[in-house]
């Protein structure tokens, strides 16, 4: 299995998603006021429903940017570990050739 990913990958997937977090919150406020003409409609549960959703919102936009915000942390350290990485890859690629004797390999007639 190959697995091949751009450098700047992981960078510009936590960049999204950091936008998306800042949007997440004022979505659902949005969601909040569209849904408002609709409220003297609901009874019973499904206003209880409405109501409880409508008393929390910003508290389930602050649950949900968090846990965003813990996915950006994941996603910039995975950055950070493939960078590392790739660093030591090269690293150990340029000290395992200097210390090849490349003159050893040669096929010569002499």
């Known amino acids: 299995m190959k697995f ?4 700047q990958t992981l960078s510009t997937l ?4 950091q936008g998306s977090s ?3 919150g ?3 406020r949005q969601l909040v006021q569209a849904a408002q003409p609709l409220e003297s409609k609901f009874n019973g549960a499904g206003k209880a429903a409405f109501d409880s959703f ?5 508290e389930i936009a602050a649950e949900l940017n968090s846990a965003l915000a ?3 942390g994941g996603q910039s350290g995975m950055e950070s570990a493939f960078s590392s990485g790739d660093q030591e890859q090269a690293d150990t690629a340029r000290s395992q050739m200097s ?4 003159d050893a390999a040669r096929f010569s007639g002499r």
């Open 14 to 17: 936590r960049s999204q998603s």
């Open 99 to 102: 210390a090849a004797n490349f």
């Open 26 to 28: 004022t979505l659902i």
């Open 70 to 72: 813990a996915i950006v």
């Open 4 to 7: 091949d990913m751009g450098a």
């Open 54 to 58: 409508k008393s929390h919102s910003d």
């Open 22 to 24: 800042a949007e997440l």
